[in-house]
């Protein structure tokens, strides 16, 4: 298996622009999280989905992310808009009973 | 509030050496246990887990859990610089499905 992938590696983009992050979980996994990793905050867990369905989206930062797992293979994180205070790494991770993590996307948004 | 706290170091010791990294957490009913490693730039790597008490050996690295101290170890034998790195502490506490709580981490830098 390829792992966990997420797209895009890098994103920078203007404050107020939308922006959406994916993941492709390893086959077979039926949890999915999406997780912020600042300096200042460390891991932050955003989002945490079971079976496709969300069970845990109170680290949400505010209306303005949103989440979706429309089937088992993919995963968005939608940020509209983005502000400043949104750059950060994010990571998705799958797992079945340990959790493997993507390369993360490195977002900036200036 | 389910917590796991880690030391954030950095932790220093000589190529060689032993590195102790060690993590506490609140949750007494906390079922399983994960150590990943991550450097810098990079996205975190699992290296270890443990559900029992006592010691789990991969290679250079143990992992120990006691459960009755709410206290979970990593021990790496004979330290390289390539081990520098932060090491994160996860748990699964009880009731929390497959979610899992992560430490603050707890950075290593092993000295040539």
């Known amino acids: 298996d390829a792992g966990v992938i997420q797209s895009p590696r890098h994103e920078v983009t203007e404050m107020g622009q939308e922006v959406t992050l994916r993941c492709k979980p390893i086959?077979?996994?039926?949890?999915l999280f999406w997780y912020r990793q600042t300096m200042m905050r460390g891991l932050e867990l955003l989002i945490y989905?079971?079976?496709?369905?969300?069970?845990?989206d109170s680290g949400m930062p505010e209306d303005r992310f949103s989440a979706k797992m429309p089937n088992a293979s993919f995963s968005t994180l939608k940020i509209q808009p983005s502000e400043p205070r949104d750059s950060a790494v994010y990571f998705c991770?799958?797992?079945?009973?340990?959790?493997?993590f993507g390369q993360g996307t490195r977002l900036t948004v200036v | 509030q389910k917590e796991v706290e880690q030391n954030s170091g950095p932790l220093s010791v000589p190529e060689g050496a032993i590195a102790s990294l060690n993590c506490t957490y609140s949750?007494?009913?906390?079922?399983?246990f994960f150590w990943y490693r991550q450097y810098s730039g990079k996205s975190p790597e699992l290296i270890m887990f443990?559900?029992?008490?006592g010691d789990k050996e991969d290679g250079r690295f143990t992992a120990q859990l006691n459960k009755a101290s709410q206290y979970v170890s990593l021990l790496i034998r004979d330290s390289q610089p390539s081990d520098s790195a932060t090491y994160l502490c996860?748990?699964?506490?009880?009731?929390?499905?497959?979610?899992?709580?992560f430490g603050p981490g707890t950075r290593l830098s092993v000295l040539p």
């Open positions: 989905f079971n079976n496709n369905v969300p069970i845990d």
């Open positions: 991770a799958s797992s079945f009973t340990e959790a493997f």
């Open positions: 443990i559900y029992s008490n």
């Open positions: 086959s077979g996994h039926n949890s």
């Open positions: 996860a748990v699964n506490p009880i009731g929390y499905g497959q979610n899992f709580v």
């Open positions: 949750d007494r009913g906390s079922q399983s």
